[in-house]
């Protein structure tokens, strides 16, 4: 049965974390918010009061009769029944203590445009976003950035990926990171990227795998744009 | 062997989450960096630049050969092997999308007095800080806090937990939130707690726990102060 994943559908967003994920291992879904009624539908869910498991917000993913929600969570799911993260506990815990490390930074990412409250314009806290910007240029993208290029640098098995010598969620998450990243902050990032070359070089290795490339080519992959996590407000991207 | 807990020695902070699903399970553990020299101790692990897998930021946890990063995945890792977690993997994930949640409040309740910069002074970002705040206390705490009353409410086997009809990991971190919510901002919980009488009704519980209560008595639990992540700042309080 196709999972069925529940997301804002005009916009990447944290759900664009499961969408790799899903994509990458060739496992059906449908993206029910995209679908004619699908946003209605997803509200429903959410709000059934005869749900003994509700989810806080999207994204969720529906596999059959389990509801799990919480982007990190889901793909903890994914990756054990994809083979997408390392079988044994350990390996599996320290596949998702880097993915809630980039949920961190995501979130960063997220509060640097809207550092004041989510329910305000981007327009209404405006001057308090271009100082938390700022900040998250100068202090939180190096330091959040030179910590996935040492757990590259340090891997035992190589380099090329984040965990062991297999492809797992987090180089996907990862590689989504950077791509968000790059949209968000061009100029800082062109200034940054070249301190992280083992970033650059996982990101780009991911886009060109196969199904990953296809997906990214394709209409399911949704244009960055400003209702997102990562938004292009150039004078937040500021030179400094 | 007792598990090794490393987190800053002054606060509660997120280590707290951590060290109360320790004293509930009894186990024997160490908090490292609350000894002579724990903290450079603390640091040395974290710069050691021969460690594969190294964390990112405090809290986390040793246990022999394995190391644990992340609040919510130590809790994980705890719940399992301490009965504080249901065991079968649907429960595992429920449990731990609950974690995540209040970890999410918890990151907000940290920005209402950091909203621009963790490295800036409280004092050099207030005026921010006092709407964040607001939009916190109006908004977010009853959104966040009416999710959990829901949760309990709808428990199939009774609304004294979270999850089943036994004590989780997910309960001692709700009683965490509320008596740092409490502690941040009184004015605004004893209006909004009528509101969440299963939440209370359910902190209270907690605290009267054998474990809980002699550990809340002890000189392990730190006072909560203004270096940890529920500060109490009247002016962030405000009767709004």
Tied chains: 1, 2.
């Excluded at 492809?167 to 100029?187: I, K």
Aim: net charge positive; proline share 5%; with cysteine.
């Amino acid at each position: 049965m196709a999972y069925e994943l529940y997301y804002w559908p005009s916009i990447q967003g944290r759900g664009e974390f499961v969408r790799l994920a899903l994509e990458e291992a060739g496992a059906e879904y449908v993206d029910i918010a995209r679908r004619t009624g699908g946003v209605a539908a997803m509200q429903r869910l959410m709000e059934d009061a005869r749900a003994a498991q509700p989810p806080f917000a999207p994204p969720f993913l529906k596999d059959g009769d389990v509801l799990i929600g919480q982007t990190a969570n889901i793909l903890l799911y994914l990756g054990r029944r994809h083979g997408l993260a390392p079988r044994e506990e350990t390996g599996r815990l320290w596949a998702h203590q880097l993915q809630l490390t980039i949920a961190d930074v995501v979130d960063e990412a997220h509060d640097a445009h809207h550092p004041i409250a989510s329910s305000l314009y981007y327009e209404d806290q405006k001057a308090e976003a271009r100082r938390r910007a700022g900040d998250f240029i100068a202090n939180r993208i190096p330091k959040y950035l030179g910590y996935f290029e040492r757990v590259l640098e340090r891997n035992l098995r190589g380099e090329r990926h984040l965990i062991g010598r297999r492809v797992s969620y987090c180089d996907l998450s990862l590689f989504q990171l950077v791509a968000g990243l790059r949209y968000a902050f061009p100029r800082a990032m062109s200034r940054l990227e070249p301190h992280f070359v083992r970033i650059i070089a996982l990101h780009d290795r991911i886009a060109t795998r196969p199904r990953i490339a296809a997906y990214l080519k394709s209409a399911r992959r949704i244009p960055f744009n400003e209702q997102g996590v990562f938004r292009h407000y150039p004078e937040l991207d500021a030179a400094n």
